[in-house]
């Protein structure tokens, strides 16, 4: 068939783009500009590549019609952030499109509340991403029931892979946490490090679009969560990096209102959006219905981006 993606050439397309052109798929991969995958690949030189910049082309009311004119058989919308983006391409491409994919994130939940979160747990979205995208997964689930537009959400956690900076122990994305951890130095954690996060792979996102196409008939008017089998602590995830650097983690704890007091503005407000969601969420329904398998624990995912961070001087 003949897709389109929309940012194509970022962590999730990286793995995407490839797979799709490995199982035969016609690929055009638009992006704002011209940007190299994170890993190479020697399909990329089968890809149409476009450069459009989608902000630009939105406030001349063109996007949608730029989308459509490209006759394409499915749609995956990976950077789309508010409801009336969501709109514009909804309404240009009704009647045409026999697929649309767009990328949400778990953070449609909010705070959790029975963990692992299935998806179809009462919601309260906090934070302007995450209102966003829960308002982009209803208006789209609602546009699939009133008008048989074939939408599919697919929810990721926090992404990770090479070239990306892992989000740390400590809920930031301060690479100093890790510098810490291996050279075996105190590490001061908020609260009692029970908070969880829930990593997943670039690969395996890039997996559950992949599937999600060829299980249409069971992800059409869907949402899913595409994560690591498994969320982890804090806690447990500084213990683990602090083994596999060879250290044993020396951790420290403070209540949050001290905690915040001891790293930059910048990093306490990371950690805050990242600890008062704690996400843990079900992966159940993408493995019965998509058959939805990730390859990566979030510790592994974790790990290759470190060794990447490494290779490159970054760490």
């Known amino acids: 068939m003949k897709i389109v993606i929309i940012g194509g050439t970022g962590h999730i397309g990286t793995y995407l783009v490839p797979g799709l052109m490995k199982e ?76 649309f994919l767009h990328c949400g994130t778990i953070w449609v939940h909010g705070h959790s509340l029975a963990v692992p979160t299935k998806e179809t747990q009462l919601r309260s979205p906090f934070g302007e991403y995450g209102i966003n995208k829960a308002a982009i997964e209803s208006y789209l ?33 301060n690479l100093e946490v890790f510098r810490k951890l291996a050279a075996g130095k105190d590490v001061l954690l908020p609260n009692l490090g029970m908070e969880t996060l829930h990593h997943v792979h670039a690969a395996d996102v890039a997996q559950s679009f992949l599937k999600a196409i060829q299980h249409r008939d069971k992800a059409l008017g869907e949402s ?20 596999w650097f060879g250290m044993k983690a020396k951790l420290h704890f403070l209540p949050w209102a001290e905690w915040q007091k001891t790293v930059p503005e910048q990093d306490a407000r990371i950690t805050w959006d990242h600890i008062a969601h704690s996400p843990n969420c079900s992966i159940e329904k993408a493995r019965r219905q998509l058959n939805y398998t990730p ?17 490159n001087g970054d760490l």
């Open 224 to 243: 899913f969560h595409v994560v690591s089998p498994q969320a982890i602590t804090l806690r447990g995830y500084a213990e683990a990096i602090g083994d």
């Open 24 to 99: 035969g798929h016609e690929v055009i991969s638009i992006s704002r500009q011209q940007q190299k995958p994170y890993q190479p690949n020697k399909a990329w030189s089968d890809v149409k590549q476009l450069n459009i910049d989608r902000t630009k082309e939105e406030k001349n009311n063109s996007f949608g019609r730029i989308i459509r004119e490209l006759n394409s058989d499915i749609v995956i919308d990976l950077i789309c952030f508010t409801p009336d983006s969501a709109k514009v391409l909804v309404e240009a491409l009704q009647g045409q499109v026999k697929h």
């Open 141 to 173: 689930l609602t546009q699939f029931r009133t008008n048989g537009f074939p939408a599919t959400i697919l929810h990721p956690g926090h992404i990770v892979g090479p070239g990306w900076i892992p989000v740390n122990p400590a809920a930031n994305l």
């Open 295 to 311: 390859e990566y624990s979030s510790l592994d995912a974790v790990k290759e981006s470190l060794l990447w961070l490494k290779e």
